[in-house]
Each structure stands twice: as structure tokens, then as C-alpha cells.
């Protein structure tokens, strides 16, 4: 027991210091972080360097990094300057507003907003790994366990899931309510989806930027299947 307590309380005392040196620093601490909306990462190491990749819609994409001083990264030799705001769980990443911060981006992304820690469950390893476990459930036929797999995903880490993937969790819970006779359940899973669901595939090309529609639209075939079983 004594040996126990000696090995512990260094490693307590390491990461106090941790956190008192981001603190002490101004910079936030160091980790992986996702855009809120699951459209980007953020990644902080110790010593404050750091890199975003975003993606916004039609595939436009922002990348940048450098290292976070007191709070801010001044970026290469232009004009932009990066602000990074701890609170809680959660990052605020704001600019000084110079016209060269956009060119780390394309005409439709942006990489200013909420960045999330977010909880073990929901990181994207975490997330693979439920999924891969719901569908090794599922084959099995065993439907009880799949939809305790993958519904805690989806109304847990629902501020850092991307929209695509999202979707597609619903239509395999939903699938799986089904099996399970719920019928019920299965329409609520997929209702937020069921409005574009009811547009034809060239309504769907008319109301999402090009890239967007062609990733979006195999969904939305697997929506209008799986809503016909849960009505019939």
C-alpha cells in the first residue's frame, strides 16, 4: 500500500502541474478537440503548437497551424492573428478580423467557433469502435444489444458528430428499432431527416451545394426506405 501511494502521488502532482503551466501560460491545455458540428479538429500539444483542419459545405476546407503564446498564434508572416478561449470543455477560437486569416480557407469554410473536448465515448476512435461493435451486434441478430450500442452514441456526442455521419447512425438505429417491432421509435429516429427524405433526388441537387448533394444523397435513398418500413 505504501508503495502504491509514492507512485500515485507524483502522477497527481504532474498533472497538476500540467494544468497550472497551461494556466499560468494562457494558452489552453493541450489535446484533441473537435469543431462543433463534428466539421473540424483542432489539435493542442504541450509547448502550445497546434493545427485546424475544417470543412465547410461543397468540400471548401480551412488548414492552419503554429504555436499559441499567451493565448493568441500569430500566423506565418501575415496579419492574422488566432485567439484561443478556454471554458470548461470547451475552446473559442476567434481572429483579429484580418482580411488574411481567410486565405487559410476556402470560399466556403471557416474555422472560427466552438471547439469541444469532447467525452472518451465520443472521440472518433471511440465512435469507430461502437459502430463496429453495433454492426457485429446486428448481423448477430441480436437487436437488444446493437441499439444499446449505438443509441448512447448519437444523443451523447450529438455536438461533435459531422451531419453525415449522424445521419446514417439514424437510419441504423432506426433499422434496428424496427427489427425490435418498435415501430414508434424508429420514426422519431428518423424524422429529422424525413423532410428531405420526401424531396426527389433533383430536389436534393437543388437545395445542397453539389459535393454536399453527392455525399448526402445515399442517405437520404436509405431514409425513404427505412421510413416506408417503419410506416408499413
Same mark, same amino acid.
Given at each position: 500500500?505504501? +508503495?502504491?501511494?509514492?507512485? &500515485?502521488l507524483?502522477?497527481? &502532482?504532474? +498533472?497538476?502541474?500540467?494544468? =497550472? @503551466?497551461?494556466?499560468?501560460?494562457?494558452?489552453?491545455?493541450? $489535446?484533441?478537440?473537435?469543431?462543433?458540428? $463534428?466539421?473540424?479538429s +483542432?489539435?493542442?500539444?504541450?509547448?502550445g503548437?497546434?493545427?485546424? #483542419? #475544417?470543412?465547410g459545405?461543397?468540400?471548401?476546407?480551412?488548414?492552419?497551424? $503554429?504555436?499559441?503564446?499567451r493565448?493568441?498564434?500569430?500566423l506565418? %508572416?501575415?496579419?492574422?492573428?488566432?485567439?484561443?478561449?478556454?471554458?470548461? %470543455?470547451?475552446?473559442?477560437?476567434?481572429?483579429?478580423?484580418?482580411?488574411?486569416? *481567410?486565405?487559410?480557407?476556402?470560399?466556403?469554410?471557416?474555422?472560427?467557433?466552438?471547439?469541444? *473536448?469532447? @467525452?472518451?465515448?465520443c =472521440? %472518433?476512435?471511440?465512435?469507430a $469502435?461502437?459502430?463496429?461493435?453495433? !454492426?457485429?451486434?446486428?448481423?448477430?441478430?441480436?437487436?437488444?444489444?446493437?441499439?444499446?450500442?449505438? @443509441?448512447?452514441?448519437l444523443?451523447?456526442?450529438?455536438?461533435t458528430?459531422?451531419?453525415?455521419? !449522424?445521419?446514417?447512425? *439514424?437510419?441504423?438505429?432506426?433499422?434496428t428499432?424496427? !427489427?425490435?417491432n418498435d415501430?414508434?421509435a424508429?420514426l422519431?429516429?428518423?424524422?429529422? &431527416?424525413?423532410?428531405?427524405?420526401?424531396? #426527389?433526388?433533383?430536389?436534393?441537387?437543388?437545395?445542397?451545394?453539389? =459535393?454536399?448533394?453527392?455525399?448526402? &444523397?445515399?442517405?437520404?435513398?436509405?431514409?425513404?426506405?427505412? +421510413? !416506408?418500413?417503419?410506416?408499413?
Amino acid at each position: 500500500m505504501k +508503495l502504491a501511494r509514492s507512485v &500515485l502521488l507524483p502522477l497527481a &502532482l504532474l +498533472l497538476g502541474t500540467g494544468v =497550472a @503551466a497551461a494556466q499560468a501560460s494562457g494558452n489552453p491545455p493541450a $489535446g484533441d478537440y473537435i469543431y462543433e458540428g $463534428g466539421s473540424g479538429s +483542432l489539435h493542442i500539444k504541450p509547448g502550445g503548437r497546434f493545427d485546424i #483542419t #475544417t470543412i465547410g459545405t461543397n468540400a471548401h476546407t480551412c488548414a492552419l497551424d $503554429g504555436t499559441i503564446v499567451r493565448g493568441k498564434a500569430k500566423l506565418d %508572416d501575415t496579419g492574422c492573428v488566432v485567439s484561443f478561449s478556454a471554458e470548461a %470543455d470547451k475552446l473559442q477560437v476567434t481572429t483579429n478580423g484580418s482580411d488574411q486569416c *481567410r486565405g487559410y480557407c476556402g470560399m466556403r469554410a471557416a474555422f472560427e467557433g466552438t471547439y469541444i *473536448r469532447p @467525452a472518451p465515448s465520443c =472521440a %472518433d476512435k471511440a465512435v469507430a $469502435g461502437s459502430r463496429k461493435t453495433f !454492426k457485429r451486434q446486428y448481423d448477430a441478430k441480436d437487436y437488444v444489444a446493437a441499439q444499446t450500442t449505438l @443509441a448512447p452514441v448519437l444523443s451523447d456526442c450529438d455536438r461533435t458528430l459531422d451531419w453525415i455521419t !449522424k445521419a446514417w447512425l *439514424r437510419n441504423d438505429l432506426a433499422l434496428t428499432q424496427y !427489427k425490435l417491432n418498435d415501430r414508434a421509435a424508429c420514426l422519431k429516429t428518423l424524422q429529422p &431527416l424525413a423532410e428531405d427524405a420526401a424531396r #426527389t433526388d433533383d430536389g436534393i441537387k437543388e437545395n445542397y451545394p453539389p =459535393a454536399d448533394a453527392d455525399i448526402y &444523397l445515399p442517405v437520404v435513398r436509405a431514409t425513404r426506405t427505412n +421510413l !416506408k418500413l417503419c410506416r408499413g
